[in-house]
């Protein structure tokens, strides 16, 4: 695909939020971090004493919810025995921010995303995807209409050691917070602003710009070409509705954004057929990633707008998204102190590399 790529040494500003910068540096000897140890899956089917295996129901807090049925559950939701929040502590005087948070009000609930207790999202069908976005819809919208005090119901998933995951049988977390987390703050605010100067939302521009985007950037000196920019290159797979990039600026070298190519702020709203192409789109882009770096140890966050009173007119403005975030090395102390990531692959690179892989 790309015929030896030009070094490239720059930093890049989150178009979305300014204040998260990546420094972009592929020269050879920029090699600051050290690389996350690829964990060896625990690929195993069934695990005797695993409290989210099948025949260990017994073993979990009661079902909150299950699909299909109880008896023949393909996706299981359960309290966590181990809240970040919990219903019993009551909260005031919260700032946002996920640390401030930890104390407060709320519910945290375990999806037990397949019966198999090894398998990887990629390995998992397209129906059975499909029911597990639907189950992540149904658990976010009962926790808001649960609690009128809840601002934000976050879903990820941690899945590997590197991404904190405690418990092998692959599973996902539902956290109902009084809060908005920072980051999904800072998203909201800085998009709002930016429809406010130029009437669009600038999530559906960057969607524009990965489609169509072509550039030659040339030397102020020389005049040759430093870099080109051609169509597509920052995006990984498409579906009908759903399209997953790899963002200009991106703090982790492999992450991937997942968003629906029409707007929509909420991700409750998502329509059946939509959930099916956006199963098919993440099945897609983990196979990729899991084909290029090799036994993936990520973390998956569900960015939607918030229910609360200070973003009810950011409809237009903020539009929902999964972020998909690969931990392949560990961060710096330098990249931790400056809050400047740094990657050692340009994210134009890293996307030829996913795209490149020749799926089933
Ligand atoms: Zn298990
Ligand atoms: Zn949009
Ligand atoms: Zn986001």
Redesign the pocket.
């Known amino acids: 695909m790309s015929d030896q790529p030009k070094a490239v040494r720059e930093i890049r500003i989150n178009p979305v939020v300014p204040s998260e910068s990546v420094l972009v540096s592929t020269a050879r000897g920029m090699r600051p971090r050290k690389e996350e140890a690829p964990a060896p899956r625990d690929t195993?089917k069934?695990?005797e004493g695993?409290?989210?295996?099948t025949g260990?129901e017994h073993m979990t807090p009661p079902t909150i919810a299950s699909s299909p049925g109880q008896d023949d559950w393909q996706v299981r939701v359960v309290e966590n025995l181990f809240p970040v929040l919990g219903d019993d502590s009551r909260s005031t005087n919260l700032v946002f921010g996920l640390q401030q948070a930890i104390d407060g009000y709320g519910r945290h609930e375990v999806v037990?995303d397949h019966r198999?207790?090894?398998i990887a999202i990629q390995d998992m069908s397209v129906e059975h995807l499909t029911r597990l976005l639907g189950m992540y819809r149904d658990r976010i919208r009962a926790l808001y209409a649960a609690d009128r005090r809840i601002q934000y119901v976050l879903v990820f998933k941690n899945f590997g050691p590197a991404a904190g995951a405690s418990?092998?049988?692959?599973h996902s977390q539902v956290i109902a917070m009084p809060v908005v987390p920072e980051n999904v703050y800072n998203e909201v605010t800085h998009s709002r602003q930016y429809f406010e100067k130029n009437r669009q939302c600038i999530f559906c521009s960057l969607i524009d710009e990965a489609l169509t985007f072509e550039a030659t950037i040339y030397d102020r000196e020389s005049g040759s070409v430093r870099r080109q920019f051609s169509v597509g290159q920052y995006v990984i797979e498409r579906g009908r509705h759903f399209v997953a990039i790899k963002p200009f600026a991106s703090r982790y070298e492999w992450e991937i954004h997942i968003l629906p190519l029409t707007h929509h702020s909420d991700f409750m709203d998502i329509t059946d057929e939509e959930r099916e192409d956006m199963a098919g789109v993440l099945r897609r882009s983990m196979a990729r990633l899991d084909a290029v770096i090799g036994g993936a140890q990520y973390n998956f966050f569900l960015h939607s707008i918030p229910h609360n009173n200070e973003f009810r007119n950011c409809h237009d403005s903020y539009h929902w998204h999964l972020e998909i975030c690969p931990r392949t090395s560990i961060p710096t102390g330098f990249e931790l102190g400056s809050g400047l990531f740094v990657s050692t692959i340009s994210p134009e690179q890293a996307a030829a590399q996913l795209r490149a892989v020749e799926l089933e």
């Open positions: 195993r069934h695990v695993c409290p989210f295996c260990n037990i198999e207790h090894g418990i092998a049988h692959t």
